[in-house]
């Protein structure tokens, strides 16, 4: 049976160990801060960078002395893996901006399936394929919510988006989805599979 993650002692964890650095300089409070993240950090920008696992690392890297930088800026008001997102973000849009002045559109990725067994390659390679038809801000704002599992309200903050419009996104690009994936709907979860 998988574990189940507590987000409140999480949280409270996330801010002890934030107040560990903030009072005391502790270091190692936040060496531990960053093990407790860093995965879902470089998660979050492998997919904007479409698997660029090198420049997703430096990104991450730039992510954390970023947040160790601005640590005292850090309120509570939010989840702190929330507040690292939006660090993330801020860093991936600025290294977008240096890169590619010239190009008018990020291209998104795939919503993860976290290597679940019911995912047929078949169907990973569909869903990557109807991502790509879907609008920029319609793939970003589905990786935050659908992907990092961040409720519609972090996903704007983090994306620095009015909430009604993170909704409207996640729900035109979750119809289009239903749309493009249409032929997988109602079919038996053994036939996927084979």
């Known amino acids: ?79 702190f893996s929330t507040w690292l997102y939006r660090i993330a973000y801020s860093c991936f849009l600025q290294a977008h901006r240096k890169r590619s ?14 290597t679940s067994p019911r995912v047929t390659p078949d169907l990973r390679f569909d869903i990557e394929r109807a991502m790509q038809k879907l609008s920029a801000p319609e793939q970003t704002v589905l990786l935050h919510v659908v992907q990092l ?19 409207s996104h996640a729900k035109r690009g979750k119809a289009k989805l239903r749309e493009l994936l249409a032929d997988w709907q109602g079919i038996p979860q053994e036939e996927r599979n084979s």
């Open 1 to 79: 049976m998988p574990s189940v993650v507590d987000p409140i002692g999480e949280a409270q964890i996330d801010h002890a160990l934030v107040a560990r650095v903030l009072l005391a300089d502790d270091r190692h409070a936040f060496e531990q801060i960053v093990r407790r993240h860093q995965g879902m950090v470089r998660a979050q920008l492998r997919r904007l960078l479409q698997g660029d696992h090198a420049e997703a690392d430096d990104l991450a890297q730039e992510t954390f002395l970023t947040a160790w930088r601005k640590l005292h800026q850090f309120r509570g008001e939010a989840r």
């Open 101 to 114: 002045s010239a190009k008018e559109h990020m291209d998104g990725d795939a919503i993860d399936q976290h």
């Open 149 to 167: 599992g961040l409720s519609h309200e972090e996903a704007a903050y983090v994306l620095a988006m009015p909430l009604g419009t993170v909704k």
